[in-house]
């Protein structure tokens, strides 16, 4: 029991060094669209389904939400893909805003964003519709625009983290976002990030990046292997081998089979193959019994090996595929059946997962990658590695949707609450001092706002969430009450700072909140020296009153927009206006009375 908790605050350790770290997410981002719907009634025309819409959900898919899983683990995530500018690239946008994620994607006008909408009765998929076309390729100007995007984002990383070199993660699932010329800078650029993630369809695309690590589903390893050319025997020892024809046949792909030794009777593949097709093939499926995978060209049987399953076959040619990857490490995804994960220097990890309805594991795999990428970042050895990526998978598989795993949840699954830092949130300008020092001397980043915060509302706690994704450590400095009535006439504030402190400090964004009496913070961003100072508006930073000694005292500074129609004295004007009609408070007398007499 004490071997298994010693081991447990292990693993939370590593999820606490990869706080803040910066990671750039570059591929093909997507929409998931979720609609559920009820359904008692056959229609006339078809023996088919009435459907009635009850709710629609949207999330970020592909590179897009390996991105906020980067976020909500706690890494520093920045998202640069070609994004349609239409609906679904909006609602895109506010589930990147709504994620912490540095979103630096760039318009590609006429070429709409993918979508996947699936439609579901009673949490069962019974459809999926996909929009978005790989031959819709990106325009050189798009092109360019990308490439400057990618090195921006890459220098902002550098410079928001001291220096320090980013991570890179590709994710290329086919749907044109990353065509050759971006795959050549990536490439020609490989010494710029300390470490390099790839989940690709087609790892064959990507030869001289010399990833850290690469994380290819089990169809999309043995693809690999097929086109690798040449007939292959296996490292281990197994008696499983590999067949691959010397020259392909004319009317299509080459044919990779998998069975038992030479001289071993070979079975045929089952039929019914069942699974979805992967961009630029017409078949990639898993049958029934998951013992055959199926692509163009590509097929894999094991049953022919007796006693032979995924995970044995993965291992017996891990070698192989870091040969042809040039990966470091090689993460051979399973879905239900784990993975299976080997270094370079010959070492192994088999992890296992628990089976779920497919409409739960959605995403999943980005979970994956994001937490392995951040722990490999993070120096963690490859064992602790693999079973982070796995264990966040595993417990983002609860329900049907689109799978994001939290920092807070990864930690509880290790029965590691987040670590308190003794600190009260709501705290003075004297213990302010100390707290800072405390997060400094861990290496954390500190990001400082300030404000009225009277009435807290949705512009502000987006805001603070945005704010909070700029750093590793939220300071907010809130006006003291004589501060509020100087600023904003004898009527102001609505709420007492007690009230006000209370209700920030309770938002999960916000790590520390103090008050102050003068008109500008001026004496605090001088004890508190940010790294990043952050202020409502739409103007440009230069315009910010404290912008020249927030850069004196080495920090930067950054304005973030509010919401429209959501501030504080728009929501106190139409408090009044109701307030005018006392009927409207009749059944809360003292409501109208405090309102009347504001």
Not at 47 to 75: D, M, Q, W
Not at 103 to 110: A, C, I, K, S, Y
Not at 125 to 154: N, Y
């Amino acid at each position: 029991m004490a071997g298994a908790a010693a081991e447990q605050r292990r693993l939370a350790t590593v999820v606490e060094s990869w706080l803040g770290r910066p990671v750039l997410i570059v591929g093909d981002a997507m929409l998931d669209e979720w609609r559920f719907a009820e359904s008692d009634r056959l229609c006339r025309e078809a023996p088919a389904p009435v459907l009635t819409l009850r709710r629609r959900i949207s999330a970020a898919g592909g590179a897009a939400n390996t991105a906020v899983n980067v976020a909500t683990l706690g890494g520093r995530a920045v998202l640069v893909a070609p994004v349609g500018a239409d609906v679904a690239g909006d609602e895109l946008h506010d589930c990147l805003d709504r994620a912490g994620v540095w979103d630096r994607t760039v318009n590609q006008p006429g070429r709409p964003t993918p979508v996947k909408r699936r439609m579901l009765a009673g949490n069962q998929i019974l459809l999926r519709e996909d929009s978005g076309d790989p031959d819709d390729a990106l325009d050189p100007e798009g092109v360019t625009r990308l490439l400057t995007a990618l090195d921006c984002a890459t220098e902002e990383l550098r410079a928001a983290a001291g220096g320090e070199a980013p991570t890179l993660v590709v994710c290329d699932y086919g749907l044109g976002a990353l065509p050759a010329p971006v795959r050549a800078w990536l490439v020609e650029h490989r010494e710029r990030y300390a470490t390099v993630a790839l989940d690709a369809h087609d790892l064959a695309d990507w030869r001289g990046l010399a990833p850290t690590v690469v994380t290819p589903s089990f169809a999309e390893a043995t693809r690999l292997l097929a086109r690798a050319g040449g007939a292959t025997r296996p490292t281990s020892g197994t008696d499983l081998h590999l067949e691959h024809p010397d020259i392909d046949p004319a009317d299509g792909p080459s044919e990779l089979s998998v069975g038992a030794a030479p001289g071993g009777a070979r079975a045929d593949d089952r039929a019914g193959p069942v699974g979805e097709p992967t961009p630029g093939e017409s078949r990639v499926a898993l049958t029934g019994d998951g013992l055959s995978v199926t692509g163009t060209g590509v097929t894999v049987n094991t049953e022919a090996g007796a006693g032979v399953d995924r995970a044995v076959l993965a291992e017996s040619r891990l070698a192989e595929l870091h040969a042809h990857t040039g990966a470091d490490v090689v993460a051979v995804t399973l879905d239900t059946d784990g993975a299976v994960v080997g270094g370079a220097d010959g070492e192994r990890r088999r992890s296992h997962s628990t089976p779920v309805p497919a409409s739960h594991a959605v995403g999943a795999g980005d979970a994956y990658l994001a937490a392995m990428t951040l722990a490999l970042a993070a120096a963690a050895p490859l064992p602790t590695a693999a079973q982070l990526a796995q264990l966040a998978a595993t417990i983002t598989v609860s329900d049907t949707g689109t799978c994001v795993c939290l920092r807070d949840d990864l930690l509880a699954a290790l029965d590691m609450p987040p670590e308190a830092t003794g600190h009260p949130a709501v705290v003075g300008t004297d213990e302010l001092d100390a707290i800072v020092a405390e997060h400094r001397e861990a290496g954390r980043s500190v990001v400082f706002t300030n404000g009225c915060f009277d009435v807290l509302h949705p512009g502000h706690v987006r805001y603070l969430e945005q704010a909070r994704a700029l750093g590793d450590l939220l300071i907010v400095a809130v006006n003291s009450d004589g501060s509020v009535r100087r600023l904003k006439g004898p009527d102001r504030p609505v709420n007492p700072v007690e009230d006000r402190g209370t209700l920030l400090a309770a938002l999960s964004c916000v790590d520390h909140v103090v008050v102050f009496e003068e008109d500008s913070p001026a004496a605090l961003i001088e004890a508190v020296r940010p790294d990043v100072y952050v202020k409502g508006g739409d103007y440009p930073p230069e315009l910010v009153p404290e912008a020249p000694l927030v850069r004196r005292l080495g920090g930067q500074v950054r304005t973030l927009g509010y919401v429209p129609d959501r501030s504080t004295s728009a929501i106190i004007e139409r408090i009044r206006s109701h307030g005018q009609d006392p009927s409207s408070y009749a059944s809360d007398p003292s409501l109208s009375t405090r309102i009347q007499s504001s």
